[in-house]
């Protein structure tokens, strides 16, 4: 597969005292010299405009950011020097070809507006802000303040509220910037392919400074850099999809592994997950992740103690393909989830095949296998052929606001895009 998607410039012309006709083809230039030495052959990108690039990357079904998030630092020195006299974003949508091409077409208007409100956006795709995480709490500060003042519409047509913090203490901007930028709650699906059927959900939560979304089931650029806070925030996520009418199928909530066996760290667990509604627990499953190989015994079975309490079913997450499921009691836990490692799909597919080859120690132990971070219908196709029963993904379902735990879907109708 091809991940396509358009990068768009946005740039505060009337601060930057160059006129509009020299502006936009200085953007091109700095940006495209950018391009050719960070996103490198096989993939390819070409100008639509002055300050907008679609770019391809085989092989891939979804971006990888990492090279494009400094650009906008090398942008505003190039265009307003070392001081703070200006501004530079990036906005990047993600999609199938005709989504890419129509959120090209847009007026910037509308590209501004479609920030707050997604729904003016081309179906199937996604809108993001690329952002270092220095620039991330930059603007996040200048954000805070209340009584915000827009303004104008300006280069290529990037509106936003400008707000400054003035002499506020750090602990002041944090509280402002936790009340600026909420969380992004996010669920994905998780696929039994037997039956054709979403049988729960994978809980996320993404701070509002965080450069990606946040979730268990896209690899490592996805993960969360601290566990107990993402844990503690999808506890909260999941309460408010509990509440009437709440969810038809399983919610899967992440566990770390090292957090919840260690006892310094296992209270501040326990105390978290006591709040999780007691009625409500055959619908709740532990999802704990960064399991090692060999995971022993005692840490095992403290594991089990604590989350049965709280978890009808436990699933261990794991990013090793030898996984010894041979050396766990029988129907230990629940499930164990290969997490497919990084790297080009052939890397990804050994890994596949020798997780698929250990099929029937997992039937003889009484534990499901599965599999997530499944990129592309390749690997999806690959899943299936090898009857890994349940899989999940960007290639299965993207992030959602609303569960699809309960639905039925036709193994040719995947991705799930859009709740």
Known sequence: MTAVACLRVAVEADRTGIPAATLG???????SAYLESRWLWPRKFAPLTHYSFLL???????????????????????????????EIGLLLFEGPPEAVTAFAALDAATVARAMTDP???????????????????????????????????????????????????????????????????????IYFAPRGLFVGDVVSSTPGTARTHLTLVEG????????????????????????????????????????????????????????????????????????????????????????????TKIDLRTPDPGFEVEKLPHEAVT???????????????????????????????????AVTNVRNRTELDACIAFSIPFVTGPAVCRLQTEPVGGRMQDVRALPVLAA
């Open 119 to 189: 729904s003016l956006l081309p179906p199937g795709g996604r809108l993001s802000r690329i952002e270092t995480p220095e620039q991330a709490a930059a603007r996040a500060a200048r954000e805070a303040r209340p009584e915000p003042k827009v303004s104008r519409p300006s280069g290529p047509g990037w509106v936003e509220q400008h707000v400054m913090i003035g002499q506020d203490t750090m602990a002041d901007a944090a509280a402002l910037l936790k009340q600026a930028l909420p969380q992004l709650v996010g669920l994905q699906g």
């Open 25 to 31: 083809p200085l953007v091109a230039k700095f940006a």
């Open 56 to 86: 391809n990357d085989p092989g891939s079904d979804e971006m990888n950011v990492a090279e494009l998030a400094r650009l906008s630092d090398e942008l505003q020195i190039k265009l307003f020097g070392e001081a703070e006299d200006g």
């Open 220 to 311: 490592a650029d996805h993960m969360p850099r601290e566990p107990q806070a993402f844990d503690r925030d999808c506890v909260e996520a999941a309460k408010r999809y509990l509440e009437p009418p709440g969810v038809t199928g399983m919610l899967y909530l992440p566990i770390c592994y090292s957090n919840i066996i260690r006892s310094n760290s296992r209270a501040d667990y326990e105390t978290m997950l006591q709040s999780l509604p007691s009625a409500l627990r055959p619908q709740l499953a532990a999802a704990v992740y960064d399991v090692p190989r060999d995971p022993a015994f005692t840490a095992l079975r403290q594991l089990r103690a604590t989350l049965e309490r709280y978890f």
């Open 335 to 369: 499930s164990v989830t290969l997490v497919l490692p990084e790297g080009d799909t052939r890397t990804r597919l050994v890994a596949l095949r020798r997780f698929a080859e250990r099929l029937s120690l997992f039937k003889q132990k009484r534990i499901w296998p």
